[in-house]
């Protein structure tokens, strides 16, 4: 249902249990919240590209743990991992076919894909495409590198979150 401009939410009483849907995707539970009473945790999942004891780039997954907060109440609570420091952002645009040659990350980032594709390439030949929406975690920050290119027709589009 779609509010007029200027009408408001109606507020909540925090000691009226909410049903909260955390969705199937890494929790499937209903859950009853009353403020104080519950205690919801869950992970998120976030593919990682690092380096391993031999130098090599490899990908992987590690996850980040979540848990239910009123975050911005009278909205209803949703999961939510700690803060983590983030010190800059860019945006990038990619031409199709663009190839990049083996390299090291200078930093720990955070890369999210806006538009088209990408593919990165560990070192040992393993490889990790991002399309609209994905994320990889890249710590691959020593070693021999990565390479990466772009795989759509289209330009990819993202942004780089540096996190160290």
């Not at 991002?130 to 990819?156: F, I, W, Y």
Request: proline residues 8%.
């Amino acid at each position: 249902m779609r509010r007029r401009a200027g009408t408001r939410r109606p507020q909540r009483d925090p000691a009226f249990p909410v049903s909260v849907q955390l969705g199937t995707r890494h929790c499937s539970q209903q859950v009853k919240l009353k403020t104080g009473e519950t205690t919801v945790t869950a992970v998120m999942t976030i593919p990682r590209l690092y380096t391993d004891e031999a130098g090599d780039s490899r990908f992987d997954t590690y996850d980040v743990p979540m848990s239910l907060h009123e975050h911005a109440p009278p909205a209803a609570p949703f999961l939510l991992t700690e803060p983590e420091v983030a010190t800059k952002y860019i945006l990038f645009r990619i031409p199709p076919g663009w190839n990049g040659s083996q390299h090291s990350t200078p930093n720990y980032r955070l890369v999210i894909c806006l538009a088209g594709a990408l593919r990165f390439i560990g070192s040992a030949g393993d490889t990790l495409s991002l399309h609209l929406g994905d994320r990889t975690m890249d710590m691959n920050t020593t070693g021999k590198g990565h390479a990466t290119e772009v795989v759509s027709e289209e330009p990819a589009e993202g942004i780089i979150i540096r996190v160290d």
